[in-house]
C-alpha cells in the first residue's frame, strides 16, 4: 500500500530548484495514518527484526513478557514525529527514496533529537542511485511562510548547509556507510557512494513542510528562488509543503496511537 501523492495544488520554479504544493483529503489522511505511516512511525520492520533474533533466546512466559515489553508501542508520540513520517513515507513511493535507518534507533533515551538530516537514504534517477537527504517541518503556523522556515534549525538554513557544506554530507555519507555492510541496500550504497565520490554535490536534497492550513506558494516560493541561485552543480533540491485538512495536526500522535490500537470511531 502506498500512501496518497494529492492534489497538486501549486508548482515552482526549474531545476535545479523546485517546488510542490499538495493537499490530502481526511480519507487520504486516514489511511496514511492506517497503514504505511503507522508502519515507519512505529519501525514495525526494526521490531520485527528485534523479535526475531529474541524469539529463541526468551524461554520462559516471563522473558518472553519481558521481551513483548520491550518491543510494545509507544504510549506517546510527538505530532512532529508524525510529519516525520509522512514526509519519509510519500517520498519513498512517489520520488523513489528509500530511507533504510530510521532516527529513533540511534536515539539513547526517548525524545532525544539528533544532528544531521532528519531523512538519509537513497534515491534513484536516471542515472542510478544516488545520496538523499531529506529535512522535515510539521506546522500549524498561519503564516507564509511558517515560522518553522526560519532561525537556526529553521528549514532555510537546514537546506542551505546541507547543499553548502562537504564537511556535513561526508558525516551523513558516513553515518549510512556505518550502516550499510551485510545490509540488503548495500549495492545501492555502492553505487550511489561511487558517484558521491565523483561529485561530492551530486546528492538530491528535499524540504518537507507538513501543514495544515490552507494551501499558499508563499510557503515555499522565495526558498525555491533563492536555493537555486549558485546551487553547485549536480545538486537538485525540491521543495514540498503537504496541506492536511485544517486543524489535524494538532494531536495527531495521539490519533496515530489510538488509530494503531483500533480505538478511532
Not at 481526511?26 to 515507519?40: F, I, N, S, T, Y
Not at 510519500?90 to 523513489?96: F, G
Not at 533504510?100 to 540511534?106: A, K, L, N, S, Y
Request: proline share 5%.
Amino acid at each position: 500500500m502506498t500512501v496518497a501523492h494529492g492534489e497538486a495544488v501549486y508548482s515552482l520554479g526549474a531545476p535545479p530548484c523546485t517546488g510542490l504544493g499538495l493537499r490530502w483529503s481526511g480519507e487520504e489522511l486516514d489511511a496514511a495514518l492506517d497503514g504505511p505511516v503507522a508502519a515507519v512511525l512505529f519501525d514495525d520492520e526494526g521490531k520485527a527484526d528485534i523479535d526475531e533474533i529474541l524469539r529463541g533466546v526468551a524461554e520462559t512466559a516471563f522473558e518472553q513478557a519481558g521481551l513483548r515489553r520491550v518491543l510494545a508501542d509507544p504510549v506517546h508520540i510527538e505530532d512532529w514525529r508524525v510529519g516525520e513520517a509522512i514526509a519519509e513515507t510519500w517520498l519513498t513511493d512517489h520520488r523513489d527514496c528509500h530511507f533504510p535507518w530510521p532516527d529513533g534507533r540511534d536515539e539513547r533515551k526517548s525524545g532525544s533529537s539528533l544532528p544531521g538530516a532528519d531523512l538519509v537514504g537513497l534515491h534513484a534517477d536516471a542515472q542510478g542511485d544516488c545520496l538523499a537527504f531529506g529535512e522535515v517541518k510539521t506546522s500549524s503556523d498561519a503564516s507564509h511562510p511558517p515560522g518553522a522556515m526560519y532561525g537556526r534549525t529553521g528549514l532555510k538554513r537546514q537546506l542551505e548547509d546541507l547543499r553548502n557544506s562537504m564537511s556535513i554530507r561526508d558525516n551523513l555519507f558516513r553515518y549510512l556507510g556505518h550502516r550499510a555492510k551485510g545490509a540488503d541496500w548495500m549495492e545501492r550504497f555502492q553505487r550511489a557512494g561511487r558517484r558521491y565520490l565523483a561529485n561530492k554535490s551530486d546528492v538530491r536534497l528535499f524540504g518537507f513542510l507538513v501543514r495544515d492550513i490552507s494551501p499558499h506558494q508563499n510557503d515555499v516560493r522565495a526558498r525555491v528562488e533563492r536555493l537555486g541561485q549558485g546551487c553547485p552543480d549536480g545538486t537538485r533540491i525540491e521543495l514540498l509543503a503537504l496541506y492536511l485538512p485544517v486543524g489535524r495536526l494538532d494531536g495527531i500522535g495521539a490519533v496515530a496511537i489510538a488509530a494503531r490500537a483500533g480505538d478511532l470511531s
